[in-house]
């Protein structure tokens, strides 16, 4: 069974840093795409990040902030946000494709497994 659980979320100051972890199990992600998405109150969810092998990309709303990294041995995936904004506010959900293509722009109908999100608040 294939499970990921997102961790590392919570409330924090504008101008602030989290990081955001993503372990996947049952599934050895070392050959496919991770995403990150996020979906703030009354909003579509929208992609963040992704990574690929040796590809990264990121919207355009968190880049030169946002760092995704994975860990293969460890099946985990990482999100660090640094110099949060309180539109960055909205619960965070990692998701795996079964394809190496990896775009933030990437539909979520591409991605076969999902976590359950964990919340991140951002206060001005």
């Known amino acids: 069974e294939v499970q990921l659980v997102e961790s590392g979320g919570g409330l924090v100051q504008a101008g602030e840093s989290l990081r955001l972890s993503c372990a996947v199990s049952g599934f050895a992600f070392a050959d496919y795409a991770v995403g990150w998405f996020r979906q703030a109150p009354g909003k579509d969810r929208e992609g963040v990040s992704c990574?690929?092998?040796?590809?990264?990309d990121y919207a355009d709303s968190v880049k030169g902030r946002f760092t995704i990294s994975a860990d293969n041995i460890k099946n985990t995936v990482y999100l660090q946000m640094n110099n949060l904004k309180p539109e960055d506010t909205a619960v965070y959900y990692c998701a795996v494709e079964r394809t190496a293509y990896c775009s933030a722009s990437s539909p979520m109908y591409v991605y076969e497994y999902w976590g359950q999100g964990t919340q991140v608040t951002v206060s001005s």
């Open positions: 990574i690929s092998v040796g590809v990264t």
